[in-house]
Nanobody, 119 residues
Framework: QVQLVESGGDLVQVGGSLRLSCVGSGFLFKLYPMSWSRQAAGKQREVVATIPNSGATGHATSYADSVKGRFAISRDDAKNTIYLQMQNLNPEDTAIYYC?????????WGQGTQVTVSS
């Protein structure tokens, strides 16, 4: 079955950096665009970054305006892993971060990893 396991969340100070990882299994990882989303307490889920599958042409990584220039998504298909490098973190980045993908109209998300930015 599909499994997505995120890791790397932590408590960090304002201006700090973190790198999140997500390992996928149970599906052909390299075939799918992958995304990172986040959900802060009391707020709706926000997709913050998406990376196309490696064989895609005419597609590029995309970012929410709230993280553009600070976050970078990448993937290593040999390891079935995507990453989210986060820099210059601020308290508004505090949330549970999830990785996910869509297959045949169904969106799969992992269990999430907590990122807390303290001021």
């Amino acid at each position: 079955q599909v499994q997505l396991v995120e890791s790397g969340g932590d408590l960090v100070q304002v201006g700090g950096s973190l790198r999140l990882s997500c390992v996928g299994s149970g599906f052909l990882f390299k075939l799918y665009p992958m995304s990172w989303s986040r959900q802060a307490a009391g707020k709706q889920r926000e997709v913050v970054a998406t990376i196309p599958n490696s064989g895609a042409t005419g597609h590029a990584t995309s970012y929410a305006d709230s993280v553009k220039g600070r976050f970078a998504i990448s993937r290593d298909d040999a390891k079935n892993t995507i990453y989210l490098q986060m820099q210059n973190l601020n308290p508004e980045d505090t949330a549970i971060y999830y990785c996910g993908f869509n297959r045949f109209g169904t969106t799969y998300w992992g269990q999430g990893t907590q990122v807390t930015v303290s001021s």
